[in-house]
């Protein structure tokens, strides 16, 4: 084993320990010190950190800096056992990932991704189901690409209309309290998967027409693949509305009710927070500036502020 690697379980163990769960950093960085190896390298430079975090010729340049980036911490882990360790400079690849803005689907884009969900083929009859209701969770409750995925039938309590989300992004779990018509729709769902799927093998609440949990990339192939089919994105188009602007659509239709209905959103936003599962209520705050509707709302009501209360 190299010194490289050596210090790479260390740091790993070390993270995780403190509850980091460094999943992609992991598996990124262990690419890193397999091409060190491949290099004859012994230790980190700002040279071999660079040609490695540049090796995607295709990637965006932010893509490049959080590479570097990943590298630039282990190499400062580094650095204090093994002092010809170079940790490149922050400057190095100076590009930053910009949040793409958010798209708000229209109702009636909803609607037609619904429709087309329920007419995907399927070997069984369920795969129409699952997609429908799966979507249809997403535009109620905001949920991450892969928190539903995850969710198994003990953690969806269909008699009081509350989901279990475990061990989610920033290690915490929390209660999803749904909306009636989202539980009676989680009640049919779950009718029509133990009426086509008898003795499953897994306790997935989401299952596939095989029986099996649903992938993370087959319901992003899926989504793409409708999102093609009815018009969302032209025939040719690799970008586009993105799964997770569901989530986006949630938090700014709730914002945006607040406002107009004269709700204190500063003293409420928290409560949003936390049904998101943002690790800090300045995530949330990000759509106040994202969307120029809300941005106006939020300008006005700064503005009432400092004017004070009318006598």
């Keep these: 084993m190299s010194k490289l690697q050596a210090a790479l379980q260390e740091y790993l163990a070390v993270h995780r320990a403190l509850g980091y769960k460094l999943r992609l950093p992991g598996r990124l960085l262990q690419r890193f010190v397999d091409f060190a190896d491949r290099q004859g390298a012994a230790h980190i430079t700002s040279e071999l950190a660079l040609a490695w975090a540049t090796q995607p010729a295709a990637a965006q340049p932010a893509q490049w800096a959080n590479r570097l980036g990943m590298v630039r911490r282990f190499a400062q882990y580094c650095s204090a056992i093994d002092p010809r360790t170079i940790v490149p400079p922050s400057d190095l690849l100076p590009h930053r990932y910009r949040r793409p803005d958010p798209y708000l689907y229209r109702d009636e884009e909803i609607t037609r991704l619904l429709e087309a969900a329920r007419r995907l083929p399927s070997a069984t009859g369920l795969r129409p189901h699952t997609f429908v209701t799966l979507f249809?969770?997403?535009?109620?409750?905001?949920?991450?690409?892969?928190?539903?995925?995850?969710?198994?039938?003990?953690?969806?309590?269909?008699?009081?209309?509350?989901?279990?989300?475990?061990?989610?992004?920033?290690?915490?779990?929390?209660?999803?309290?749904?909306?009636?018509?989202?539980?009676?729709?989680?009640?049919?769902?779950?009718?029509?998967?133990?009426?086509?799927?008898?003795?499953?093998?897994?306790?997935?609440?989401?299952?596939?027409?095989?029986?099996?949990r649903l992938t993370e990339w087959c319901v992003r192939w899926t989504f793409?693949?409708?999102?093609?089919?009815?018009?969302?994105?032209?025939?040719?188009?690799?970008?586009?509305?993105?799964?997770?602007?569901?989530?986006?659509?949630?938090?700014?239709?709730?914002?945006?009710?607040?406002?107009?209905?004269?709700?204190?959103?500063?003293?409420?936003?928290?409560?949003?927070?936390?049904?998101?599962?943002?690790?800090?209520?300045?995530?949330?705050?990000?759509?106040?500036?994202?969307?120029?509707?809300?941005?106006?709302?939020?300008?006005?009501?700064?503005?009432?502020?400092?004017?004070?209360?009318?006598?």
Excluded at 175 to 190: D, E, K
Excluded at 231 to 250: E, K
Excluded at 265 to 279: D, K
Aim: hydrophobic share 30%.
């Design 136 to 212: 249809g969770l997403y535009v109620a409750t905001g949920l991450r690409a892969n928190e539903p995925l995850r969710l198994d039938r003990d953690d969806v309590d269909l008699v009081n209309g509350v989901l279990t989300i475990r061990d989610t992004k920033f290690g915490k779990s929390r209660y999803v309290p749904l909306h009636l018509s989202t539980q009676r729709a989680l009640q049919r769902y779950a009718a029509y998967r133990d009426r086509y799927c008898q003795d499953l093998d897994t306790p997935s609440f989401f299952v596939s027409d095989r029986g099996t």
């Design 224 to 311: 793409v693949k409708l999102s093609h089919e009815i018009g969302l994105r032209g025939a040719d188009d690799s970008r586009g509305p993105r799964l997770h602007d569901l989530r986006h659509r949630l938090a700014i239709k709730t914002l945006l009710g607040w406002y107009r209905r004269g709700v204190d959103v500063e003293r409420h936003l928290p409560e949003l927070s936390t049904y998101l599962g943002h690790a800090h209520v300045t995530d949330t705050y990000w759509y106040l500036t994202a969307t120029p509707q809300l941005l106006r709302y939020a300008l006005r009501h700064v503005e009432r502020s400092r004017q004070g209360p009318r006598s």
